[in-house]
């Protein structure tokens, strides 16, 4: 028990000699130098790979257009660029497949300079056509972005008309909801409360990430709407106007169509008339 007692207090000794010359040659930071690092952002970024900028040169110039219709497609770069090369390949193939053909002793028509010339515009056209297949997957993703949100703006109204908060009607609401934009919504409604911020605030910030206007127009008349009823009439007519939107878009878009029928109407009825002719003419031309 001795033996015990004595290697503690030679411990607890070695300990306070080592921390009294450490604060006596050690050196101490300035108080302004560990406040500055207490204040330094936290975001770390990952060396760029070989593979990181070989992604990047392929993608092209980055865009506010473009990184917002990723966003509603909820696509990152690296898909982007492979949806490029599918498109690429998918244009060079039909060229691909007659040079293939044509060394093979199948099809001597066109002249293999001429196929590979096809394959190199194939491959381009492919190649830039990804970028309009990208903006029309971000136009249908807004629309039905904005389908969900006049759904969600509905039982807001409703759920404020039953008694409860704007912000609890509001989160009720998204977690009522399923799909991408009501996942959106969650996502942005639980940044707000994390942030201690309003609501709509970040309901604009995630309009302009991912190009929907509504959304901003939504941040801009609930800032100046207040509270209580005023907010339930703005998110009512909001809702009416984003649905009878929708509504002008669907119809022009049918008229649009019905006008691009006429022309292959009006061929198959040529088409008819020849058939049905040419044997008269046959037999008035014939001797």
């Excluded at 660029?81 to 498109?87: A, E, K």
């Amino acid at each position: 028990m001795m033996l015990l007692t004595m290697t503690m207090a030679g411990a607890i000794a070695g300990a306070g000699l080592l921390l009294i010359a450490r604060g006596a040659v050690g050196h101490t930071a300035p108080l302004a130098a560990i406040v500055a690092e207490l204040h330094r952002p936290r975001v770390d970024h990952p060396p760029t790979t070989r593979r990181d900028a070989a992604v990047e040169y392929l993608a092209g110039r980055s865009s506010r257009a473009r990184e917002r219709d990723l966003a509603a497609c909820e696509r990152t770069i690296d898909r982007y660029v492979q949806d490029r090369l599918v498109w690429a390949m998918l244009g060079a193939a039909p060229g691909a497949g007659l040079l293939l053909m044509s060394a093979g002793g199948a099809v001597s028509v066109v002249p293999p300079a001429g196929l590979v010339v096809a394959v190199v515009l194939g491959a381009v056209a492919g190649w830039f056509y990804a970028r309009l297949d990208l903006r029309s997957d971000a136009e249908k993703a807004r629309r039905v972005f904005r389908h969900s949100l006049a759904a969600y703006l509905e039982l807001v109204t409703i759920l404020m008309a039953g008694g409860a908060g704007v912000e609890t009607a509001m989160f009720d609401a998204a977690a009522i909801g399923e799909g991408p934009a009501f996942r959106h919504l969650r996502s942005a409604l639980s940044a707000a409360q994390a942030r201690r911020e309003p609501p709509w605030q970040l309901l604009g910030e995630l309009g302009g990430r991912l190009g929907i206007s509504e959304l901003e127009e939504l941040h801009a008349s609930m800032t100046l709407a207040g509270d209580g009823a005023q907010v339930r009439d703005s998110l009512s007519a909001k809702a009416t106007g984003i649905r009878l939107r929708d509504l002008a878009e669907l119809e022009s878009e049918a008229q649009v169509r019905s006008e691009t029928m006429v022309l292959p109407v009006a061929l198959m009825f040529a088409g008819f008339l020849v058939l049905i002719g040419y044997p008269a003419l046959a037999a008035l031309s014939t001797p």
